[in-house]
């Protein structure tokens, strides 16, 4: 199996059971494929930090000031306006 194909699976595997001949192939190409390997640890970390970016979301905003800078800094960019 690919790499594309076996991180797909790892994924997969969050989301629901993958039967047993199907954790035996990722077993063994994870065993031999450093890539893959890291992968799930990898993995879980990049979803937490999205996780975490998603709940902060709501609660960052700009100031009057910045608001104000990036207007000028956007009308700076665009000289024709």
């Known amino acids: 199996m690919t790499c594309e194909k076996i991180t797909y699976l790892i994924e997969k595997g969050y989301l629901t059971r993958l039967n047993i001949s199907v954790k035996l192939q990722v077993k063994l190409h994870t065993y031999y494929c450093t890539c893959c390997t890291n992968y799930p640890k990898d993995s879980i970390f990049i979803n937490k ?32 306006n």
């Open 49 to 80: 930090m999205l996780a975490q970016l998603d709940e902060n979301e709501g609660t960052l905003s700009f100031t009057a000031q910045e608001k104000e800078e990036l207007k000028k800094n956007l009308i700076d960019l665009n000289p024709t």
